[in-house]
């Protein structure tokens, strides 16, 4: 059955809204962090701004130029929408057909998608859960250039679906391509579509890549089926690897990059980090430290100030704090925290958004896990990373996108 979801509630005026933009997954650093103005204190409750039915999916919405865009599945279709950040209105959608099965074991996360999109250079781009790589204009939803897959790969998805998000450095366009056992780290011309180069190492995980320039190389730091890599960003040349698996193939945690300091997790594995250094001609990544008190799944950890916060499956959900430097362990929250959470850092404090809807404002305090407030944001579950901005928090739940106001 086709869904038909244009249904729009504004609660509060369409007052002006001011919020930096928050291009790509988890931001405009990739890395969770937010420039925020720290506050001394945080409202109680949040003001409904509008709310829209957008479709089902796990993909994060980000915001570029006074515009949101996000991405999701309306029966077999994946749509991308433009909407206006500031009342909720729609400014242009773009839909193509993308019929899915799913895999039994992950019947409970949807058809999708999972990926979140990118703004670059005035176009947004998607790869959708069974890897559909799109790229639209921005201002008007023109669609530019679009990438299947079939048959240059066995597969075109891993096991449960596409969810790593495609990112941006420069002109390139960054995205692990393919399926279970057959796939590449793929650079793209983000105008044209064309091939740069290509890594076929590895098939693709469902952590999502990033760059950051290590030694004075510019590199893409990728989490692919059973490794963490390093390959250049000019040539696609391996650089380094590391063995990583874990059970049932879910390799699933954005690497967390400070300096030439690489922190990896994943599903029942110790948290570990490595020092990433080129001793002659070859890069040689040496273990800097191991943590088993504290082990990530689906959530990706914030490096701020030298310490790692982030959030443990363990003990059936614990947020944790790290010494980056040693990976001493600094705190631990109490258990039962949720199923899972996404994490954002700014303004001296910690956004957790857990997978019931509540998001939890914390003291960024190395010293002690301390809860401020706790915003009911969501009745529904929400999967999708937040969007925190001056004054604003955007919300993705099943199947609606929600703009609060604080006050």
Known sequence: MRLVLAVVVFVAGAAPVRAADFPQWRGPGRDGLLTLAPRSSWPQTLALGWKVRVGIGHSSPVVAGGRVFVFSREGDDEVLRCLDLATGKPVWRQAYPAPYTMNPAALGHGKGPKSTPVVADGRVCTLGIGGTLSCFE?????????????????????????????????????????????????????????????????????????????????????????????????????????????????????????????????????????????????????????????????????????????????????????????????????????????????GGALFLLTTDGEMIVAARDPAAFRPLVRWKVAESATWAHPVVGDGVVLVKDVDSLALWRLP
């Open 138 to 346: 921005a201002a008007s939803g023109r669609p530019l250039w679009r990438k299947e897959f079939a048959g240059r790969f066995k597969e075109t998805s891993p096991l449960y679906g596409t969810a790593m998000s495609p990112v941006a450095d420069g002109s390139r366009l960054l995205a692990h391509v393919g399926g279970h056992g057959d796939g590449a780290l793929v650079a793209f011309d983000v105008a044209t579509g064309e091939v740069r180069w290509t890594w076929k190492g590895d098939g693709p995980g469902y952590a999502s890549p990033v760059v950051a320039d290590v030694g004075g190389v510019r590199q893409v730091v990728t989490v692919s089926q059973e490794h963490v890599a390093g390959v250049s960003a000019d040539t696609g040349e391996l650089l380094w690897k590391i063995a990583l698996s874990t059970d049932y193939t879910q390799n699933s945690v954005t690497p967390v990059l400070g300096g030439d300091l690489l922190i990896y997790g994943g599903l029942d594995r110790p948290t570990r980090a490595v020092r990433l250094a080129k001793k002659g001609a070859y890069w040689t990544p040496a273990e800097a430290w191991e943590n088993a008190e504290v082990a990530t799944y689906l959530s990706s950890p914030v490096l701020a100030d030298g310490k790692l916060y982030g959030f443990s499956h363990r003990r059936k959900g614990q947020f944790f704090c790290l010494d980056a430097a040693t990976g001493r362990t600094l705190w631990l929250s109490e258990g039962r925290q949720g199923e899972n959470a996404a994490l954002l850092a700014g």
